[in-house]
């Protein structure tokens, strides 16, 4: 699906900015534990704009699924809210933020389980 490659492109590019902006925007304005939860939501959000992309190729490669479409869901909503609670926490340190984190990681988990489904199913 498009939508996907679009969505992992945008995400690959913030993950790089709001890398780069903790580098050298952040790095004197937050404490290091802070700095460190900024850049733990940069890491994941990279790592899933490439899952993103995968599930993009996926489309093209191989008979689309829901497996597949919830898949990638899972990726961008988990993008959106482990990585975007984590960056809200770090730069606000309102600490209930953190308590929405592991929605994210629920998300990112159902979305590498849906993957392999769509993957074990539409083996030839």
Do not use: D, N
């Amino acid at each position: 699906m498009r939508l996907f490659l679009l969505l992992g492109s945008l995400h690959g590019f913030l993950s790089v900015a709001l890398g780069a902006f903790a580098a050298h925007g952040l790095k004197s304005k937050l404490s290091e534990y802070s700095l460190s939860i900024f850049q733990t939501g940069v890491h994941y959000q990279a790592i899933h704009a490439l899952a993103l992309l995968a599930v993009a190729i996926l489309y093209k490669l191989t008979p689309a699924s829901a497996a597949l479409t919830w898949s990638g869901w899972c990726f961008f909503l988990g993008i959106v809210i482990f990585s975007g609670s984590l960056f809200a926490l770090s730069l606000t340190g309102i600490k209930v933020l953190g308590a929405i984190t592991p929605i994210g990681g629920v998300l990112f988990l159902a979305g590498w389980v849906l993957l392999a489904y769509h993957a074990w199913t539409s083996a030839s």
